[in-house]
């Protein structure tokens, strides 16, 4: 499984982004996905997840409210729709593919990318 980010930049506060993330592969066994920021010095946490079909998402606290994470299967396709963005969710991007075969468990991850919000 490959996976790629697009649709980040530079927003104002009060501004909106969609992150895209493209999954290329083994696509049929991808179970869940996600989305996980990392700023400068800090570790990397979750943002956002969506089970395979969809049907149930969770978010962090910190963006319950502002962003959607959403996600097209016949496209492959995971998208995360942040609104009302501040200085703070600055960081980088990540998607996050999880495969589940059998007894095994295998994670992916895309390249990222930069979301920067200026005050």
């Known amino acids: 499984v490959q996976l790629v980010e697009s649709g980040g930049g530079l927003v104002q506060t009060g501004g909106s982004l969609t992150l895209s993330c493209a999954a290329s592969?083994?696509?049929?066994?991808?179970?869940?996905m996600g989305w996980y920021r990392q700023a400068p010095g800090k570790q990397r946490e979750l943002v956002a997840l969506?089970?395979?079909?969809?049907?149930?998402?969770n978010y962090a606290d910190s963006v319950q409210g502002r962003f959607t994470i959403s996600r097209d299967n016949a496209k492959n396709t995971m998208y995360l729709q942040m609104n009302s963005l501040k200085p703070e969710d600055t960081a980088v991007y990540y998607c996050?593919?999880?495969?589940?075969?059998?007894?095994?468990?295998?994670?992916?991850w895309g390249q990222g990318t930069q979301v920067t919000v200026s005050s």
């Open positions: 996050k593919a999880r495969v589940v075969m059998t007894a095994s468990v295998w994670d992916y």
């Open positions: 592969g083994t696509t049929f066994s991808i179970n869940a």
């Open positions: 969506i089970t395979s079909g969809g049907g149930s998402t």
